[in-house]
Nanobody, 118 residues
Framework: QVQLVESGGGLVQPGGSLRLSCVVS????????MSWYRQAPGKERELVAT????????DYADSVKGRFTISRDNAKNTVYLQMNTLKPDDTAVYYC???????????WGQGTQVTVSS
């Protein structure tokens, strides 16, 4: 049974930080490119950050570059998103995604709410 379980969301003031975690089970974590997406109310889901299978390469949406950092620990089947200098525009449900570029299989977590407000 495939599971992607996100945690770490919550309410934070502008300028604050949060660290999201996504623990994976049910598939070979190290074979999957991992990403974080987010969806704000009334908006489409957007890609926030991506990390390759080995963690050797990352990519970010322009809106989060320099503030967010994606990382992974293949020994713990976990991907992280460190979010610093948070802004109200970062308010959204954040989703963990795993994608296998060879099989085109993709899996999603259930999402974790991040709210940035004073």
């Amino acid at each position: 049974q495939v599971q992607l379980v996100e945690s770490g969301g919550g309410l934070v003031q502008p300028g604050g930080s949060l660290r999201l975690s996504c623990v994976v089970s049910g598939f070979t974590f190290s074979a999957y490119r991992m990403s974080w997406y987010r969806q704000a109310p009334g908006k489409e889901r957007e890609l926030v950050a991506t990390i390759t299978r080995t963690g050797g390469s990352t990519d970010y949406a322009d809106s989060v570059k320099g503030r967010f950092t994606i990382s992974r620990d293949n020994a713990k089947n976990t991907v992280y998103l460190q979010m610093n200098t948070l802004k109200p525009d970062d308010t959204a449900v954040y989703y963990c995604n795993g994608y296998n570029t060879y099989t085109n299989y993709a899996y999603w977590g259930q999402g974790t709410q991040v709210t940035v407000s004073s």
